[in-house]
């Protein structure tokens, strides 16, 4: 038997922030994307927001590859909110 939990966490302007990261970061997107274990075409699908849900195991490897932390962050009281 399995038991899923999924949630979501809406956060505005992920996208523009992870761009600039990237831009910071001045290393070229194909290396970036590679690093992160995706394509160009999907890294500029996160940024332009393309997409509708962003698994979060994802955004960590972008995470990583940038350096950075963009603060998306859940815990138990927020995640029995967003079931209700």
């Given at each position: 038997?399995?038991?899923?939990?999924?949630?979501?966490?809406?956060?505005?302007?992920?996208?523009?922030?992870?761009?600039?990261?990237?831009?910071?970061?001045?290393?070229?997107?194909?290396?970036?994307?590679?690093?992160?274990?995706?394509?160009?075409?999907?890294?500029?699908?996160?940024?332009n927001e393309e997409m509708k849900t962003l698994p979060l195991a994802?955004?960590?490897?972008?995470?990583?590859?940038?350096?950075v932390t963009f603060g998306v962050e859940f815990d138990e009281d927020?995640?029995?909110?967003?079931?209700?």
């Amino acid at each position: 038997m399995k038991v899923e939990k999924r949630i979501q966490k809406e956060v505005p302007g992920l996208g523009e922030k992870i761009r600039r990261a990237r831009k910071i970061d001045k290393r070229p997107l194909i290396e970036l994307a590679a690093l992160a274990g995706m394509s160009t075409p999907n890294w500029y699908a996160i940024e332009n927001e393309e997409m509708k849900t962003l698994p979060l195991a994802t955004l960590r490897k972008v995470e990583a590859v940038l350096g950075v932390t963009f603060g998306v962050e859940f815990d138990e009281d927020e995640d029995e909110e967003e079931q209700e």
